[in-house]
């Protein structure tokens, strides 16, 4: 295996024209790769490719040639990623391509084929380490497939730099109308949903940093004249004491800032402390408001504690945008009429409906047959939640429903989002 005397790395993002936006911000953990990577020496370029839909040929044109090529995938993304990848491999036959990224972790034996390794989870220390052995010519001691194991340290990890590694200005998330950089303050999920699509990196437990780190990086970004903050996290509530301190702490920045949450873990006392800290924006995976679905899903919730959670969150003034998925496996038209009755009860400023799809990672992909799912779409390029003017993929069949009642009940939850004065999305223009 040849020595690399100083390794070209090039770390690449894929469109997704499938989208209304695909550039709504930077890919950030390529650019928490990238940066981890360049402190250790290593030369790091990062491209992103987002909003640039061009054919195969045309896009390789825009990559540089480099001794590895990695690339973050996504279910979306396979089919397109592939033929990149052809693509650079007839150009730059030496060259080492991995695979990382949501799909890739979740089908790395269909993946490997077309890859030299596939890297399983979080990809910081892994990258690291294969550049290492590449660099050494020992790639032959190296697994195809790499297992990486969750990061618990994450204060281990440099803040990700996108004032390097991205066109951080070109990016179009907005929050109430001020450009927002999009932040995580912790991984992974102690949940288990059985539909979520956020589950298959298998980043573990949810892991933390402290409110003094994230602090720290907010303040950061503020020298850097940002002043809107979108926190990625999965559930940023998940420790209340750590989210009083974090708001105690980001209160004298004056910034706006939203979160993702789960709506049982909304009181009052909290959400008044998140107002005063500058919160104007919660989105909370609702998923369903029949009973009977929540169980089926795993939810562990109860209607009646969503509606407290919502209605706290709006009497801090605070805009509450709710998820919700139809046909989940038992669906009926009666837990879609459930659902839509209590739905003007909620009091939602906002709200997006998407058919339930049975992502690779999911429970709902490995054992369908445990669902009464007897087809799932091969072609990965339809599984879109929410795509261009509202368009979604219908990509599954249970034994007893198809995609045409998918659609229906699709259609049933934005007309009753009309009928509510519930805005779609981020129609309302208050969290892009």
């Known amino acids: 295996m040849q020595k690399f005397r100083s390794l070209r790395v090039v770390l690449v993002n894929m469109p997704v024209p499938e989208i209304e936006d695909d550039r709504r911000q930077p890919p950030g953990g390529l650019v928490s790769m990238a940066t981890y990577a360049s402190q250790l020496g290593y030369e790091i370029a990062l491209h992103d490719l987002s909003g640039i839909f061009l054919p195969t040929k045309d896009l390789c044109d825009l990559l540089p040639a480099a001794d590895v090529y990695g690339f973050s995938m996504y279910t979306v993304t396979?089919?397109?990623?592939?033929?990149l990848v052809a693509e650079l491999r007839r150009q730059y036959p030496q060259a080492v391509f991995i695979a990382g990224g949501p799909h890739a972790s979740a089908l790395p034996a269909e993946v490997a084929p077309?890859?030299?390794?596939?890297?399983?989870?979080?990809?910081?220390?892994?990258?690291?380490?294969?550049?290492?052995?590449?660099?050494?010519?020992?790639?032959?001691?190296?697994?195809?497939?790499?297992?990486a194991t969750p990061i618990q340290d994450l204060e281990s990890l440099p803040f990700p730099d996108f004032y390097r590694f991205s066109a951080i200005a070109s990016y179009t998330r907005r929050l109430n109308g001020i450009p927002t950089i999009s932040l995580d303050s912790s991984r992974g999920c102690n949940f288990r949903c059985r539909f979520c699509n956020s589950r298959v990196v298998e980043r573990g437990e949810w892991r933390m940093r402290s409110a003094e780190s994230v602090a720290s990086e907010v303040f950061w970004h503020c020298e850097h004249d940002w002043h809107a903050v979108r926190f990625n996290d999965d559930n940023f509530l998940a420790d209340r004491q750590r989210a009083l301190r974090i708001c105690?702490?980001?209160?004298?920045?004056?910034?706006?800032?939203?979160?993702?949450?789960?709506?049982?873990?909304?009181?009052?006392?909290?959400?008044?402390?998140?107002?005063?800290a500058g919160c104007v924006h919660i989105g909370v995976g609702i998923e369903s408001l029949s009973p009977s679905i929540l169980a089926r899903m795993g939810k562990a919730t109860r209607v009646s504690r969503i509606r407290e959670g919502v209605h706290a969150a709006r009497l801090a003034g605070i805009a509450v945008r709710g998820f919700f998925i139809c046909g989940y496996p038992g669906e009926t038209n009666q837990t879609i009429a459930e659902s839509i009755d209590a739905l003007g009860n909620l009091a939602l400023d906002e709200a997006v409906v998407y058919p339930c799809i049975p992502y690779p990672g999911t429970d709902l992909f490995a054992r369908p047959e445990q669902y009464g799912i007897t087809w799932i779409d091969p072609d990965y390029s339809k599984f879109v939640q929410i795509g261009v003017h509202r368009s979604a993929g219908f990509v599954m069949r249970t034994n007893t429903f198809g995609p045409d009642d998918v659609r229906a009940w699709h259609t049933q939850y934005m007309r009753a989002f009309d009928n509510f004065g519930i805005g779609w999305s981020s129609e309302r223009g208050i969290a892009i």
């Open 78 to 83: 396979h089919q397109d990623t592939l033929a």
């Open 114 to 147: 077309h890859f030299d390794f596939v890297v399983c989870g979080e990809g910081e220390y892994a990258l690291v380490d294969l550049l290492r052995c590449i660099e050494q010519g020992q790639l032959d001691q190296m697994h195809k497939i790499i297992h």
């Open 248 to 276: 105690e702490l980001l209160r004298p920045l004056s910034i706006h800032f939203r979160i993702f949450g789960r709506a049982e873990t909304l009181d009052q006392e909290l959400c008044d402390a998140l107002a005063t």
